[in-house]
């Protein structure tokens, strides 16, 4: 559902109209900006309208850009150009700039001609820029080095995923299932500052209209999804046709609903199931199924966790729901696991993904015990971030990076879990964290992210810690 994919960035190259005394030049620069559009290619679709040297040239392609929805404007010195003729257009564009200082020639030595340096001087052009820019106050970021040189590329495309992340989130749809669980204050949310900071957007699902979609659900539909689960799972012995059926037909109608109304993730709380008393069972086979499909979730009804984990997925191509529930401090590590709910499609490869009964039945006052998938995460480096709320009601990114350890999945334990080593001390990880304001829910990716978070809450105007 939501695919990773490339950043779509208007490619603004300025040079000098004073140069068009060098017929020859303006098309060399058109080159150099040819090469720039295949190096961007594997992680961004790069539009390049052609050299601008016109105070009126760089209008229409900002507003070109504008136009196309673009995620980001990458501003490229091909050679020296004067700052005035960009600075009205980039004033006035919504559209987060990325000034790119580099050039062709990595290198100068004894060899190097007039032609060259004319055609590489394009770094005094950036420091203009940017001093206007910072004097009219228009926020910006550079990134500087060679344009095939691995590092500063790396450092283009994490800003070029976090400009298309930021506009993903700024129209974000989270869905609530009942309301969020009373007296955990820590992703207690103001919906509007919600909006108006990140951009995320809450809406309501109500129980009543899932249990009717639920009731009314395709039997042929319900038939194929149960016989697909047992084809990839394990089930228990004692799970009933009553139980997984009660369970996929839940899954099915929020599946429909999320699809239906634009949602990209949904938080629900067992609680508010139970004592509404619409729904037969709980969703946490759903959010098992629908967190790999690339579905955001949040348990005990945090929108904020739920938002993250969509950030992640977007980021990442898949993501986890997870919360920090017993320090290994003989591992330096954490055992990480919630009640049922975990993206399946991040299990270790060499264990089965079991189809459980919920242990957890007693605090749960439903009709049907509900259905959950039980694995430990594969092992390998990650990230986690915790979205929450922090003084004045700011919005704050907590981000770590950190490593899931090889674990075996424990029978007991029959729900997903894993362990977790972040970089550095446990306990001094730990009370950081705490210190920052990060809450009990987190988002969990596979990979090193906390630069890119950081770009994408810099982009977004809050706050981000990374510990």
Known sequence: MNQVGKARVGLLGLMFDLYDAWPELKPMMAEFAGQLVEELAPFAEADFPGVCNTREQVERAVAGFEADGKDLIIVVLLTYAPSHIALPALLATRLPILIFNTQQLAGVGPETLS????????????????NVLLRAGRPFHIVTGHYRDPRALAEVKAWCDAARVAKYLRGLRIGLVGYAMEGMGDFGLDETAFLSQVGVEVRRIAMKSLAALAQAAPQAAIAAEMARDRERFQFAAEITAAEHEASVRLEWALRETLVERGMHGFAAHFLAVGQEGWLDTLPFLAAAKLLAEGYGFGGEGD??????????QALAGQANFTEMFTMDFAG??????????????????DEPVRVVGTTSSAIMDVRINPLLLAFSLAPGPVTLVSLTTVADGKLKFVVAEGDVLDFPYIPDQARPHYKFQPGGNLADFLTRFSLEGGSHHQALAYGRWAGTVEKVAALLGIECARV
Do not use: F, Y
């Open 115 to 130: 032609i060259d340096t004319t055609k590489n001087h394009g770094m005094h052009g950036v420091q203009d820029l940017a």
């Open 303 to 312: 929108a904020t966790s739920a938002a993250a984990v969509c950030m992640m």
């Open 332 to 349: 330096n590590a954490i055992l990480m696991m919630h009640m049922g709910e975990g993206n399946w499609r991040m299990a270790r490869p």
